[in-house]
């Protein structure tokens, strides 16, 4: 009952502080304070959403395609390069530091290069996708692999366990954890990294659309794909905390 209490009190602090930020904005947006011009009230924003909803429910189906098939393929090779990078320890040495190294250079660097060399399709904006979700999901499951109980690992082998069977009853299930909270990271990375391709050429998405209405001046209706893209990033992240729950039953006996 305590516990409940604490969670209830949780989700309502958070709540206060947004219910308080909007107050403040609309005042300052509604009374002339700042230029509707500059700061669009959220009024305004909340009518220019449901003025464009059809428009923007057609750009973000556009959006979300390129965002799951890019995480969906960042998600196989981030495993593929973990399982790797466990089992031989050269190709760990080999391949740790570039692909660290993918890391440092600017998403919006790479972005122009990928339009210029695949066209304005879906092909650049999820190959920028897998660039920026892979990594998390790489270095979150190699550090759970790396991190498996040693005790456990040697009374397996002793009991005769292939290193398959290692793999499958100590590293994995112990790794699911990290493995979850890059995924958190990897889905918002994922939505934002499409958005930030579709800015530089496309034809349809969020990203286009948000391109368009910036340059018609309709900061409102900019301010509503913002919200929007926010909204669908906070969706995912909850959804991957359902998918865990599912698939970790016995963290929430703990």
């Known amino acids: 009952m305590k516990r409940k209490s604490q969670n209830t009190t949780s989700k309502i602090?958070?709540?206060l502080a947004?219910?308080?930020?909007?107050?403040?904005?609309?005042?300052?947006?509604g009374t002339g304070l700042i230029s509707k011009f500059m700061l669009p009230s959220p009024l305004d924003v909340v009518?220019?959403?449901i003025q464009d909803f059809p428009l923007l429910m057609d750009n973000a189906k556009v959006t979300l395609l390129e965002a799951f098939i890019g995480l969906a393929m960042g998600i196989l090779i981030g495993f593929l390069m973990a399982v790797?990078?466990?089992?031989?320890?050269?190709?760990?040495?080999a391949m740790y530091p570039l692909i660290v190294l993918t890391q440092t250079v600017p998403t919006v660097a790479i972005a122009p290069l990928l339009v210029l060399w695949f066209g304005y399709e879906m092909l650049p904006k999820v190959i920028l996708i897998v660039i920026v979700t892979f990594f998390p999901i790489t270095v979150s499951l190699l550090d759970g692999f790396r991190g498996a109980d040693r005790d456990t690992i040697s009374l397996m082998r002793s009991m005769g366990a292939s290193k398959m069977q290692i793999f499958w009853f100590v590293k994995f299930p112990g790794s699911l954890s990290q493995f979850f909270a890059s995924l958190r990271i990897a889905v918002s990375y994922a939505v934002v990294g499409a958005v930030?391709?579709?800015?530089?050429?496309?034809?349809q998405g969020l990203g286009v659309y948000m391109t368009r209405v910036k340059k018609a001046f309709s900061?409102?209706?900019m301010f509503a794909v913002?919200?929007?893209?926010?909204?669908?990033?906070?969706?995912l992240m909850w959804a991957v905390n359902l998918l865990q729950k599912k698939c970790m039953p016995w963290e929430e006996k703990k």
């Open 219 to 221: 900061f409102d209706k």
């Open 196 to 203: 930030i391709s579709e800015w530089l050429g496309g034809f």
């Open 226 to 235: 913002i919200f929007l893209i926010s909204a669908i990033s906070l969706l």
């Open 84 to 93: 790797l990078m466990d089992r031989f320890d050269k190709m760990y040495q």
């Open 47 to 49: 009518k220019a959403f």
């Open 13 to 15: 602090w958070p709540l």
């Open 18 to 29: 947004v219910v308080m930020i909007l107050a403040v904005w609309q005042t300052a947006s």
